[in-house]
Antibody, heavy 122, light 106 residues
C-alpha cells in the first residue's frame, strides 16, 4: 500500500532556513509525484508544492514561490523541501502525499504522511 | 487561481443521518475534484477522486457527485467514526486549492 514519513521539522527564527524530508516505502517511487500540503494551527489545508514522478515538473503555491524548493532523490526514495527566508506565517504542520503521474499531469494526493511541525518564531 | 467554496462550514448531525456537503469552484475543474477527511490531530485521508470515484478501502456510504463547478459529498447513514472535517480540492490547475472545510460534529 505504501508509507510516507516526514522529518526535519522544528523551531526556527524568521529569515532562517529549514529542510524537510519525505521518505517513502512500499510502492514504486518513480511512478508517483509528491505533494507538500501544510496546515497552520487551527486553519485549513493549503497546498504548497508538487514534484512530478520524473522530477521534470515542479509547481509552487504563490505564498512560497521563490523561497521554497522541492527536489527528489530516486536512489534514496526521498523528497526534500528546502525552505528559505522563513516567515512567521510559514508556521504549520507540513504533510507530504503521493500522487500518481502520467506523461500529461499529476493527480490528487492519495496517500499521506503523518506530518512534521514547523514553528517559525523569534 | 481557482477559488473553492464549501458549505456549510459546520453542521451537527446524529449517527444514522444522511449528510450532504457542497463545494463550488470559481472556474470549471474538468472533474478534477477530490474529497478528504481529517480528524483532529491526524493527517488527512483521501476519500474520493475525479469527483465521484472512491479511493480504495473507503466505505460505500461515502459518495461524490457533480461536474464543472458544483460538487457534492454525501455520507449516507453517518457512523461514529465519520465525525471529522471534510475538505474538497481541485487539481485541475495550479496552484491546487482547497475548500475551507466542513466540520461534521454531533
Amino acid at each position: 500500500q505504501g508509507h510516507l514519513v516526514e522529518s526535519g521539522g522544528g523551531v526556527v527564527q524568521p529569515g532562517r532556513s529549514l529542510r524537510l524530508s519525505c521518505a517513502v516505502s512500499g510502492f514504486t517511487f518513480t511512478t508517483y509525484g509528491i505533494h507538500w500540503v501544510r496546515q497552520a494551527p487551527g486553519k485549513g489545508l493549503e497546498w504548497v508544492t508538487l514534484i512530478s514522478n520524473d522530477g521534470t515538473k515542479k509547481k509552487y503555491g504563490d505564498s512560497v514561490k521563490g523561497r521554497f524548493t522541492i527536489s527528489r532523490d530516486d536512489s534514496e526514495n526521498t523528497v526534500s523541501l528546502q525552505m528559505d527566508s522563513l516567515r512567521v506565517e510559514d508556521t504549520a504542520v507540513y504533510y507530504c502525499a503521493r500522487a500518481w503521474c502520467n506523461d500529461n499531469r499529476c493527480y490528487e494526493p492519495n496517500l499521506w504522511g503523518q506530518g512534521t511541525r514547523v514553528i517559525v518564531s523569534s | 487561481d481557482i477559488q473553492m467554496t464549501q458549505s456549510p462550514s459546520s453542521l451537527s448531525a446524529s449517527v444514522g443521518d444522511r449528510v450532504t456537503i457542497t463545494c463550488r469552484a470559481s472556474q470549471d475543474t474538468n472533474g478534477f475534484l477530490a474529497w478528504f477527511q481529517q480528524k483532529p490531530g491526524k493527517a488527512p485521508k483521501s476519500l474520493i477522486f475525479a469527483a465521484s470515484r472512491l479511493q480504495s478501502g473507503v466505505p460505500s456510504r461515502f459518495s461524490g457527485s457533480g461536474s464543472g463547478t458544483d460538487f457534492t459529498l454525501t455520507i449516507t447513514t453517518l457512523q461514529p467514526e465519520d465525525f471529522a472535517t471534510y475538505y474538497c480540492q481541485q487539481y485541475n490547475a495550479y496552484p491546487l486549492t482547497f475548500g475551507g472545510g466542513t466540520k461534521v460534529d454531533i
